[in-house]
């Protein structure tokens, strides 16, 4: 990480001191499909989903976005919008600042560019490891480089497992892997008969991470 504490807890300070608090439910849209963002928001509490509708008229998710996280982070810099539809998971709670009081603040405080750079490398590299998982050769494989992924990022370590603490709908896991819903249902099936995972209501156990990474080997 490049930021110090002291950069962080400046840049956590602008949203705190100078934006507005908003509470969102599960299922609630941060940023609408095809609104332009209304400003930068910093997550206190909760989770964002940050996703598009493909020309088949399904969601394709992009990237969940975790407490102590800013967004939308493109927009915010460079000002280009990319339609991206922002969605509740969870209850959430969220500071919101205008782009112009953003700018403002990383003009006259350059050091705060840290803590975003930080952001945007782990965006980076999230994106980079979607792409280099789409050169598996089997879905089965796909699906278990996402989850292995996403356990890096979200994972619970419980007696039973990696628990993911991030809802996966199969159509979020599937528009991630490039494989249909159907086939991504099936395949996270027989995974769950060999006793590698436990799907409910969303919510993925892994429950032996060396075989499953096995499968990748």
Do not use: C
Not at 143 to 159: A, D, E, Q, V
Not at 176 to 205: D, H, P
């Amino acid at each position: 990480m490049l930021a110090t504490l002291k950069q962080t807890a400046e840049l956590v300070d602008l949203f705190r001191t100078r934006g507005l608090k908003q509470t969102f439910r599960k299922g609630d849209f941060v940023i609408r499909p095809g609104e332009t963002p209304n400003g930068i928001f910093y997550i206190y509490q909760g989770l964002v989903k940050a996703y598009d509708i493909t020309k088949y008229n399904e969601e394709n998710l992009l990237i969940m976005r975790k407490e102590e996280e800013v967004f939308p982070l493109i927009w915010a810099i460079t000002g280009q919008e990319r339609h991206v539809i922002y969605q509740a998971l969870a209850p959430t709670i969220t500071w919101q600042i205008s782009r112009e009081t953003f700018l403002e603040f990383v003009e006259k405080n350059p050091e705060a560019l840290a803590p975003l750079l930080d952001m945007t490398i782990e965006m980076y590299r999230l994106h980079s490891e979607r792409i280099l998982n789409l050169e598996y050769r089997t879905v089965r494989e796909r699906i278990i480089s996402f989850l292995l992924t996403m356990s890096h990022r979200f994972g619970k370590n419980t007696p039973d497992g990696v628990l993911i603490e991030a809802p996966l709908r199969h159509q979020d896991i599937a528009s991630s892997v490039n494989a249909t819903r159907e086939t991504t249902s099936r395949e996270l099936s027989a995974l769950e008969k060999k006793g590698l995972l436990t799907n409910k209501q969303s919510y993925i156990l892994l429950r032996d991470i060396d075989a499953l990474q096995k499968h990748l080997n």
